[in-house]
């Protein structure tokens, strides 16, 4: 069954660290995405791509980076993560038209203390 | 500034109700609409699009847009128990498929 598989689904980090969240994909879609969720935001863009090597940045991209080797893997890299950090991370594949639904991940609980 | 804005933040209906949710949009290049529900500790899963004017039924779901007003809503007839969620509407343009989430309506149905 096509599926996006978060890892890891619960992280701690220090304040300064670096984090990296990864992200699969076996629906074989071209574009990629991470949100952030936070109660009263609602899911916020951080970063999205259309292919393997492309990033694009979303709403909220400040302190993001994000990396796409290959059609199935997007990361998420926070070079110095930073308490305002701690969220839930939620990575989504889906196809090009724009009429196309999201298959989302069940996401990545990050708390930075 | 959040470009898809849903209220009410939270709703709470009896079990066989009927919950109404409302989505409006500040950006009159959005041409697709989708609703999300999410339950608790999963990711948001797609329940139903709707990208042309006036409703679209699915079973127990009607989605209703108004584009000219920019507005979207989502009734649930005959509320379930497990229809309590937290219900996002989302939007994206014509040439993107980028969508943009609203902060959501946390639905609860009580037995």
């Known amino acids: 069954e096509a599926a996006v598989t978060q890892s890891p689904r619960n992280k701690v980090a220090v304040t300064g660290g670096k984090v990296t969240l990864s992200c699969n994909q076996t629906n074989n879609h071209n574009n990629m995405y991470w949100y952030r969720q936070d109660t009263g935001h609602g899911l916020r863009l951080i970063h999205y791509?259309?292919?393997?090597?492309?990033?694009e940045k979303g709403d909220i991209p400040d302190g993001y980076k994000a990396s796409r080797p290959s059609q199935e893997n997007f990361s998420l890299i926070l070079e110095l993560a930073t308490p305002s950090q701690t969220s839930v991370y939620f990575c989504?594949?889906?196809?090009?038209?724009?009429?196309?639904?999201?298959?989302f991940g069940s996401g990545t609980r990050l708390l930075v203390i | 500034q959040q470009k898809v804005q849903q209220s009410p933040e939270s709703l709470s209906v009896p079990e066989g109700g009927m919950a109404s949710l409302n989505c409006t949009s500040s950006?009159?290049?959005?041409?697709y609409f989708w609703w999300y529900r999410q339950h608790s500790g999963e990711g948001p899963k797609a329940l139903m699009?709707?990208?042309?004017?006036g409703d679209k039924k699915e079973g127990r779901f009607t989605a209703h847009l108004n584009k000219a007003s920019l507005h979207v809503s989502l009734h649930i007839r005959d509320s379930q128990p497990s229809d309590s969620a937290l219900y996002f509407c989302a939007a994206s343009w014509s040439n993107y498929n980028v969508l943009y989430f609203g902060s959501g309506t946390k639905l609860t149905v009580e037995p």
């Open positions: 950006d009159r290049n959005f041409q």
């Open positions: 791509s259309y292919g393997a090597g492309s990033t």
């Open positions: 699009s709707i990208f042309s004017d």
């Open positions: 989504a594949s889906g196809g090009q038209a724009a009429n196309s639904d999201y298959t």
